[in-house]
């Protein structure tokens, strides 16, 4: 449809421009201090909806930050697609390692570089700027309503209840998500599938006080001592995770699904120059991909205690705290393996500390179907503007209310994701390709244009 | 004396008044931007050596923070005491336990709460007082000498350079110092060693970035858990440290002294309590006075890597941190044993990552005999003010410069300290009790009169 490409070329700066303008906006959900730029980021979005030609867009409170729900409805004869996307972005520390500001996007090599470039602000801002391109042109084949919450990177604790309270208003035939990556530009691929999530914080404390290393040391538990065994233990020498019962409800994959996996191209050389590592690291008897994957994991994403300025302090620490989180494969259950790994870290916890261990979110894993109607609109859509058949991947990371979407929607969601796993998500100098921004603007109407002839219509 | 007691009690609210002054002073020398703060308190103490009769005193510069210097030489012929002590602190984070300001000092309860109350000015500032109660009354026995230091608290980097190039501005017949601890003032010690110190750095990097842990987790070595895991090892299952050669120069201690030590009063159950643990930790088959004095430990003194704030970020970080001390006891090297320790390290490093390990700083092990002449005035001055003879114990902290002195100046060191264990020495609240900071003041006078009488004159 050329009215698209036209329409796109004439308006592409612009685009970007209204891109960078909400990447300005430090929507850091994770902060209590950013509360009024989450509620400024919201009200941005709201009306970039009802300018792209939305008839309707509020926002709606929450018990944390606000969700953003606006609306095209063209035809009720017609399938309706739910676009879900997040405008909250990752905390930006550590900032000293930013090459520019991280609420200060620059263009940089075809690259835009911003917390939130590509997770999620520059994937879900697409779909904002593809329904302008249909409306203004005319040609919107389908019914589309937008879902765009604050607290995807917080673990969406609000989301549920507020899916739940107004399933007509969200009812949908297909959840389309930008929130993920290609494998590359060349070698297009759709995720089926989205890890769940465990995250929990762990507190453990010796002495009710900090002490003098050199007068109680060797007589009293140190806490980062004690810790360091406790998460040491957590893996085995084959890098299985010790948690009991961790594995007992993993779906196995089977020797063909894994056999093609390993069809997809990956270079391991140039994964590790990449990265900077000399080796790689994981679960005994898995390639890099089913590691990623189709295994669950569990990571330390924190740690601190003592003394951790600069110099020397001969201190024995009162307490010592980590983050840790496990991502799950289906058929996990986040509510299971929590309890299974806090109830685990008590069993562990020697008697001279003792141990605080809480929540702080999880999600459930989420599978989409190859065969469905969404999965091939998707498919079909990349063909026509890549040229390419995708290849189906699994996903390593989370959207912890897919599988609530499910649920309680009863649709299927399609991850069109046009991120790349080298986009430094929750990392400094987070970027998004231009070439990708406009890719994804340019595929997405294909997607509805499919949908529309596709689906139940 | 008479005098003394009557010159104590006219001055006693001045002599705590000054104390006081000389606490607000934030003489931090772990932290560079206290740097004018550090020559801001040497100088009170170069004044406050003048006023109370030091017929010299002078700031030396070194590489690091001034070393002050004062002198009364009353009479050549007579034996001289050097009085050595340090004017800097501990850092005093974490602020928020304090319940007054580190630097801001308050009397509660018959305690001086500040940084450096006891550690060391609070006990370094007695022997000013004294010799200023000795001058005033015309009856100094000794010559006396001070060295005041400003990098005690980092190791005394710069002190060795400058006793090397000083050695007959510092010659003496003994080394006085009170920067240690009693039992109890029921239960008057004097220590008999310090142990040495080895305190080093480690960064682990994983990563050349910080990765999102959901794409890459699973696949690539976390620094946190790896460093973790190297830290579990150090320890083996009966708390024994396990780096290669630790233990094979200590001094094994005869089963007779470790019967005398089984002897000092110790109470386990009220240990605990005051320490709020259900359960102590250490070296199997020893007492924990044992662990903090007569054996050599391996404490973390500091953690740190990935994200450490409020809330969740999904982080598999670049690189994880950490402080690692040991205390040494006679015969242990703390060059040798730095090197033993950080070679460790890397043996255990895996491939995975690489590792970065460096001194901060050392000390050695120090000894003192019991029947020496300076042991005997301070037990001897002890018995006369607090009416009971003293039980000699062995300290576990460190004093770093002590066994340089020795070998430099060829002189015993004397440990005369009047803190208490419960002083919260590097920790928050930090305090000094005033009936001890009185009782030293009152003690110290008749240490003089001792040495004098039965040293080398």
Redesign the interface.
Known sequence: MNAWKEYQEKNKDRFLQELLELLKIPSV????EHRNDMVKCAEAVRDHLLAAGATSATLYPTEGHPVVYGERITDPSKPTVLVYGHYDV??A??LE?WNSGPFEPVIKDGKIFARGACDDKGQFFMHVKALEMMVKTDSLPTNIKFLIEGEE???SPNLATFVKANKSLLAADVILISDT?MISMDIPSLDIGV?G?S?I?VEVT?????????????????P??I???M?????DENNRVTVPGFYDDVVVVSAGERKLMAEAPFDEQEYKKD?????????KGYT?NE??GI???L???????????????????SK????I?C?LVPNQNSEKITKLLIDHLHSIA?????LKAEL??GGEPYMTPIDSDGYRAAAKAIETTFGKTPIPVR????IPICSLFEQELGVKIVFMGFGL?SD??????EKYELFNYYKGIETIPYFHQNFAGNGKA
Chains 1, 2 share one sequence.
């Open positions: 959900s994770a902060r209590s990752q905390p520390d550590p390692l990177e917080v673990g990556a890890r999530l995250y914080e010796g002495p009710n006080r900090d002490l003098h290393s050199g007068v109680y040391g060797g007589a009293v538990g140190n980062i001592t810790l360091a065994k998460i040491a233990s957590l893996h990265l900077g590592v000399k080796a790689l690291w994981g679960e890099t590691r990623t295994r669950p994991t990571e330390l994403n924190g740690i601190w205690g003592g003394y951790t300025g600069e110099g020397a302090k001969t201190v024995l620490p010592a705290f980590a983050k989180s991502r020697p008697e001279s500390v003792t702080h979110h996903g390593g990371g989370s796993d430094n998500l929750h990392s400094p100098n």
